[in-house]
């Protein structure tokens, strides 16, 4: 017999507890519902449900991992990496400021598969965030990695691991470094890249382990390690005058260097078209400042150049060493279908994106410098 699908197997047996704890209540019942896949591993699921007083709309999310789309396969990061984290009662270790979606319940469907029930925290609506936005999440982040650096010393948990995920997004890069290197001589590539970027692009790529090792010999912490803004949302907080960040997504958390954490804040809304390109000195500087801020409300005052050089070389490494990927394969396409897509998905003219990323290449070989610079203050 086929298995059924996901959704499928959804009823309201199984429905009916995860909704008692969602909306607070010791019974619901005509529960009708219908759901969206918003990800290969995502549902959400909306509906209504009656309690002896009233019809009751509710909404939620599950999440199911199975070790088919296991994150890290060659690491310490298993495929029930993330089911760990929300059982360990997450927010206990999270500081002021920063929060995670409640979690109902996780459910090891089998040997194979497992569904994480999550409160639903997308924001409504959905818009961009202003800069001073992305400072105050960037300072609850450095209150989480300022509160682990000491915690990390003193505490053992099944899910604090060294992730690999920044030497595994670093691999990835090789095909699109190799593909550059033998198209040189194609037109586009040759008008997109000048021999000055290339070279620097080879002989960043060439010293991408030395980058790595001194990250790894930096103060580590307990990083989220996904923080862009699509797994980022802001909240009010109940009865107060204040925002929370709240982060979801912790599939690839684990421990990672101070200042790594914040390399996808400001370069992943930059390169999603969040700010404009002559704007990501300013972004990265804000975000950075608000970081920095975050880590000395947790008592981390140690010296900047360290947090300095883990956020600039995870920037380089994260995204110079992917751009290739990303923009070759799209200068040698002839396919106007593919073209049509990415002009649909940015919003803007194949010409704006091409030269939006153009310049933040230029940038992150910039940070990549000023890292090298660092090495000899840290």
């Given at each position: ?28 019942e005509n ?21 002896e007083e ?19 396969p060659?690491?310490?990061?298993s495929?029930?990496h ?6 360990s ?7 002021e400021?920063l ?11 089998s ?19 202003t800069?001073?936005?992305y ?10 990695n ?12 099944p899910?604090?691991n ?8 670093v ?13 040189l001589?194609?037109?586009?590539v ?24 001194v990250?790894?010999n930096l ?19 109940a ?11 912790w599939?690839y ?16 809304a930059?390169?999603?078209f ?11 500087e ?9 880590l ?10 360290l947090?300095?050089y883990g ?9 110079i060493?992917r ?24 919003g ?13 290449t ?12 660092l090495?000899?203050k840290?």
């Amino acid at each position: 017999m086929k298995k059924k699908q996901i959704v499928e197997q959804v009823d309201q047996s199984i429905l009916k507890p995860v909704l008692q704890k969602s909306l607070h209540c010791d019974s619901i019942e005509n529960i009708v519902w219908k759901h969206t896949q918003v990800a290969p591993t995502v549902y959400h699921l909306t509906g209504t449900g009656n309690n002896e007083e009233e019809e009751i709309p509710w909404s939620i999310f599950l999440k199911v991992l199975s070790p088919m789309i296991d994150i890290e396969p060659s690491s310490d990061l298993s495929w029930k990496h993330e089911s760990l984290i929300y059982q360990s009662n997450l927010k206990e270790h999270l500081p002021e400021g920063l929060s995670v979606p409640r979690c109902f319940e996780v459910v090891y469907k089998s040997e194979s598969e497992i569904w994480i029930w999550l409160e639903d925290v997308t924001e409504e609506p959905h818009l961009p965030w202003t800069l001073n936005r992305y400072q105050l999440a960037a300072q609850h982040l450095g209150r989480l990695n300022g509160e682990w650096i000491e915690k990390l010393k003193t505490t053992s948990r099944p899910w604090l691991n060294k992730s690999n995920r920044l030497r595994k997004v670093v691999k990835r890069g090789a095909s699109g470094i190799e593909l550059l290197r033998q198209s040189l001589n194609h037109p586009n590539v040759s008008r997109f890249y000048s021999k000055v970027m290339v070279n620097d692009i080879f002989r960043f790529w060439a010293e991408r382990q030395t980058f790595l090792q001194v990250l790894d010999n930096l103060p580590q912490t307990f990083c989220h390690l996904d923080a862009s803004r699509r797994n980022i949302f802001s909240r009010r907080k109940a009865n107060e005058n204040s925002e929370e960040t709240v982060l979801i997504d912790w599939g690839y958390a684990g421990i990672g260097a101070v200042g790594e954490e914040i390399a996808s804040l400001g370069n992943g809304a930059l390169l999603w078209f969040e700010f404009e390109k002559n704007e990501a000195q300013k972004v990265n500087e804000v975000i950075f400042e608000g970081y920095l801020e975050g880590l000395s409300d947790a008592g981390w005052n140690k010296d900047g150049h360290l947090a300095r050089y883990g956020y600039t070389s995870a920037s380089a490494l994260r995204y110079i060493t992917r751009g290739p990927e990303m923009i070759v394969p799209l200068l040698l396409s002839e396919s106007k279908d593919q073209k049509v897509q990415l002009q649909q998905t940015f919003g803007r003219s194949l010409p704006e994106i091409l030269e939006h990323w153009l310049a933040l290449t230029h940038y992150w070989l910039r940070l990549a410098r000023e890292a090298q610079g660092l090495l000899k203050k840290i």
